[in-house]
């Protein structure tokens, strides 16, 4: 069974950072890629960036360039995402999610990370 | 950016009731290589994950109940779901997977 298990709900200081954790378990980790996707709250989806981490390569909504920076530990088959500079906008859930089937499908979710930036 | 138009924004139906979401590309999602459609649905239930449904515009993700039908070619996709039960009351999102994605707005199902 495929599974990703994020990290816990973050409360941040506004100008601070925060770096979330998916541990993925049941596929082969460094085979697919893995994006990461925003939810403010009571909105839509919206696709932050991939990371494959075979071969560490990245890619970027240029809306995040600067603001997320996403990475990969082949050793423990982990994906990072680590956003800078926070602001009230950066309040939200954030999945990631893996894609096994088709380039650029979502076919598996961890159960979201809330983070809230508040002082 | 591929901008994907979804509508209606919310639909309240009855069990039992057959429901028509319709998603809409600023620019085709066929591939002249391999005459395919690069769109996925997605269905998120309350205060859970998104949960794929159906991608390449028609194929359903294992698992999922054949009452939900992915169709449509180009820029103009439909999800359509026969009699609806209680348990498909959630959000639904289309996104395009021709290029780095882009989802639409979302489409609230709601029981009438």
């Known amino acids: 069974e495929v599974k990703l298990q994020q990290s816990g709900d973050e409360l941040v200081r506004p100008g601070a950072s925060v770096k979330m954790s998916c541990k993925a378990s049941?596929?082969?980790?460094?085979?697919?890629?893995m994006h990461w996707v925003k939810q403010s709250p009571g909105q839509g989806l919206e696709w932050i960036g991939t990371?494959?981490?075979?071969?560490?390569?990245?890619s970027y909504n240029q809306k995040f360039k600067g603001k997320a920076t996403l990475t990969a530990d082949k050793s423990s088959n982990t994906a990072y995402m680590e956003l800078s500079r926070l602001t009230s906008e950066d309040s939200a859930v954030y999945y990631c999610?893996?894609?096994?089937?088709?380039?650029?499908?979502?076919?598996?979710w961890g159960q979201g990370a809330s983070v809230t930036v508040s002082s | 950016d591929i901008v994907m138009t979804q509508s209606p924004s919310s639909l309240a139906v009855s069990a039992g009731e057959t429901v028509t979401i319709n998603c809409k590309s600023s620019?085709?999602?066929?591939?002249?290589?391999?005459?395919?459609?690069?769109l996925a649905w997605y269905q998120q239930k309350p205060g859970q994950s998104p949960k794929l449904l159906i991608y390449l515009a028609s194929t359903r993700e294992s698992g999922v109940p054949d009452r939900f039908i992915g169709s449509g070619s180009g820029t103009d996709f439909t999800l359509t779901i026969s009699s609806v039960q209680a348990e498909d009351l959630a959000d639904y999102y289309c996104q395009q997977h021709y290029s780095y994605p882009t989802f639409g707005a979302g489409t609230k199902l709601e029981l009438k």
């Open positions: 049941g596929y082969t980790f460094t085979d697919y890629a």
């Open positions: 990371i494959i981490p075979l071969i560490d390569t990245t």
């Open positions: 999610a893996s894609e096994r089937r088709v380039p650029h499908v979502m076919d598996a």
């Open positions: 620019q085709s999602l066929l591939s002249s290589g391999n005459q395919k459609n690069y």
